[in-house]
């Protein structure tokens, strides 16, 4: 189902709002979430509050939240103003990396 969304995501021109907060999506939906962002150029708003996307797993590896913030930061055309990324246990490593992809990003608010 992930996968259908992402590819929707990817292609759409009037998605501009997403909302999954708390639904606990875990690492794999943060990966198939990253492929939908990598080109999507109509998203402004996304909300992925309490979703445990910094979920790792037994040796400490991101299971696709690192996926994520990449498809961020690489993606030119993404047209976020607003992310809501709270309570997904981002440690510090993760927090700076955040910090750097938004960064790139000319419409952050």
Do not use: P
């Not at 939906?29 to 992925?48: D, F, I, Q, R, V």
């Not at 445990?52 to 590896?61: C, H, I, P, Q, T």
């Amino acid at each position: 189902m992930l996968r259908v969304f992402a590819e929707y995501m990817r292609v759409s021109k009037n998605l501009r709002s997403l909302s999954l907060n708390g639904c606990q999506l875990g690492g794999q939906a943060a990966a198939a979430l990253a492929k939908g962002l990598l080109n999507n150029t109509s998203l402004e708003a996304l909300y992925l509050r309490g979703n445990n996307l910094a979920e790792v797993d037994e040796e400490g590896l991101s299971l696709g939240f690192e996926e994520l913030v990449q498809s961020i930061e690489a993606n030119k055309y993404l047209k976020l103003k607003e992310v809501d990324l709270s309570s997904n246990q981002i440690n510090d490593t993760l927090g700076a990396k955040i910090i750097t992809a938004f960064n790139s990003l000319s419409t952050i608010e």
